[in-house]
């Protein structure tokens, strides 16, 4: 069964970037869909990008972050990043990644632990 773990959380003042990792073990990441969530303490986890590793689902953001996060993955490391840049207050919560089909029409299977990261104005 896939596990993923999610690492590059941390502390950053608004306007920095940062980068996180998804790494996953027990399958390849080569055709799969890859979800980012994340979630503020008391609110619901929101989706904020997705991606179908094998091409056969575009790179789509939330509209909170479109513009200013970008997914990407490196199949030899079993990877998926996600680059955050022009980070603001608002974007302070735990970020999960969690797997899934190909075209990312199934049901998720499988949730990272999480990663928290803190923007300060």
């Known amino acids: 069964q896939v596990q993923l773990v999610e690492s590059g959380g941390g502390s950053v003042q608004a306007g920095g970037s940062l980068t996180l990792s998804c790494v996953a073990s027990?399958?390849?990441?080569?055709?799969?869909?890859i979800v980012w969530f994340r979630e503020v303490s008391g609110k619901e986890r929101e989706g904020i990008a997705a991606?179908?590793?094998?091409?056969?689902?575009?790179?789509r953001y939330d509209s909170s972050v479109k513009g200013r996060f970008a997914i990407s993955q490196d199949n030899a490391k079993n990877t998926l990043y996600l680059q955050m840049n022009s980070l603001n207050v608002e974007d302070t919560a735990t970020y999960y990644c969690?797997?899934?089909?190909?075209?990312?029409?199934?049901?998720?299977?499988?949730w990272g632990q999480g990663t928290l990261v803190t923007v300060s104005s």
């Open positions: 991606i179908g590793t094998s091409g056969g689902y575009p790179p």
């Open positions: 969690a797997i899934g089909g190909g075209l990312c029409d199934t049901d998720l299977e499988a």
């Open positions: 027990g399958d390849s990441i080569s055709s799969v869909c």
